[in-house]
């Protein structure tokens, strides 16, 4: 099944700037107006807290990004996650929409190790993210 949705060529090189660079841990991917073209809104270095402030409070949004954390007995760990930001306010189309650009992601890179749904600011304490990947 062909989704419609396609993917500029920022969405590649973003992709591998987080595998490959030091300087960036996550990526945002957004949908342009259309909702048939996948871009990248940013991309960087950035703390956790920085990353939750700058997700839109009622528009879905995918987040690439290197989660970084310390298992139980200690040792210290990063997983590549592919976040979906859906909040409970965004519109449903646009949610499906961003479901389906999700899939094209995952389809075109090699290498998230988790795919995760946020629906609230809460969702994406790094907490419940590193339980969800453990």
Not at 6 to 23: E, L, P, Q, Y
Not at 128 to 133: C, D, I, K, S, Y
């Amino acid at each position: 099944m062909t989704t419609g949705i396609g993917m500029d060529g920022s969405c590649t090189g973003a992709f591998h700037d987080v595998r490959t660079k030091r300087d960036v841990n996550a990526v945002v991917y957004r949908l342009n107006s259309a909702l048939d073209g996948i871009t990248v809104e940013s991309q960087g270095n950035v703390t956790h807290e920085e990353l939750v402030a700058a997700l839109p409070v009622d528009q879905p949004r995918i987040v690439l990004y290197e989660l970084a954390y310390a298992t139980s007995d200690g040792t210290r760990r990063n997983e590549l996650v592919m976040v979906s930001w859906v909040p409970e306010a965004c519109d449903p189309a646009a949610a499906r929409a961003y479901a389906q650009a999700r899939s094209v992601l995952r389809t075109a890179f090699d290498g998230p190790g988790s795919s995760l749904l946020a629906l609230t600011p809460q969702d994406m304490e790094h907490g419940r993210l590193v339980a969800q990947v453990e």
